[in-house]
């Protein structure tokens, strides 16, 4: 099992940049893929980005493309996420999520994918 917990999230005007990050208790971080989804207000949760173990494969919601970056740090248990030009409509609580896998290039891109999720962190982008 892993615990998450993310940190990071708080108040950021229109066009700023906030880093989240997501630290999972365990010594097995380096079998979980990692993703970031948000969940504003009266709105299903949505995908946001992933990343595999590798690191070296990601993927983003077209929304976020270009302007939020994923990482990892495997040695730290850690997941990252980048957000720049935030905009209004980035407001949500944001929850990292783990889902076990073997393969070291493996994204899993749905919900229902994850068998462990964060408590999340809220982010208000204010205009």
């Known amino acids: 099992q892993v615990q998450l917990v993310e940190s990071g999230g708080g108040l950021v005007q229109v066009g700023g940049s906030l880093r989240l990050s997501c630290t999972a208790s365990?010594?097995?971080?380096?079998?979980?893929?990692m993703g970031w989804f948000r969940q504003a207000p009266g709105k299903e949760r949505e995908f946001v980005a992933a990343i595999a173990i590798s690191g070296i494969s990601t993927n983003y919601a077209a929304s976020v493309k270009g302007r939020f970056t994923v990482s990892r740090d495997n040695t730290k248990n850690a997941v990252y996420l980048q957000m720049n030009s935030l905009k209004p409509e980035d407001t949500a609580d944001y929850y990292c999520?783990?889902?076990?896998?073997?393969?070291?290039?493996?994204?899993?891109?749905?919900?229902?994918?994850?068998?462990?999720w964060g408590q999340g962190t809220q982010v208000t982008v204010s205009s």
């Open positions: 365990g010594r097995t971080f380096s079998r979980y893929a």
């Open positions: 999520a783990a889902d076990r896998t073997i393969d070291p290039s493996y994204i899993a891109y749905y919900a229902h994918d994850y068998g462990y």
